[in-house]
């Protein structure tokens, strides 16, 4: 499972550059330098229970103010990638399944590149991991299926936000 966060915590930072032209790199990464936080995941397919599970549990972090994967790129072209994705622990109650925010998490430097369509993120052990991403605003769209997380890594889209 550990495997799987820090993968997405790779595919998350490829999606953000691709580019040789380090100048170029440096501009279009511009408008992807900040703190980005997973908000919410959008399965293709609306009826996959997994997906939807993994979904929910987003969301219901998300609404208590818990960001279980944020990724902070910086003007130098490095990333920090926070992931409590591995910590996740769903609890069956009376009334339902609840799930407490982690308080453990896994943290990663690396470098990255964008090219305004395409991040590229090269980990500590220089593997590289390109991701689909487009920005608009506060908000970035992220291919899952180029994230590689559990439960969050089928066909649809994982929305990070502005933080």
Known sequence: ??????????????????SKDEENNVDGASAIIGAWR??????????????????EILANLTA??????T????????????NA????????TATGISVDC???KDTESSTYTYDGSVLTIIDQDGVTQSIKVTISGDVMTVDATDLDVNNLDAAGS?????A
Not at 158 to 162: G, L, S, W, Y
């Open 1 to 18: 499972m550990k495997h799987n966060l820090f993968l997405l915590c790779i595919a998350a930072t490829l999606l953000f550059s691709c």
């Open 38 to 55: 997973a908000t919410e995941f959008q399965a293709a397919d609306p009826n996959s229970a997994t997906l939807n599970f993994g979904a």
């Open 64 to 69: 208590e103010e818990c960001y279980i994967l």
């Open 71 to 82: 990724f902070a790129f910086n003007a130098d072209l490095t990333v920090v990638v926070e």
């Open 85 to 92: 994705i591995n910590y996740v622990v769903p609890n069956a």
């Open 102 to 104: 982690p308080t453990e």
């Open 158 to 162: 994982v929305i990070f936000r502005k």
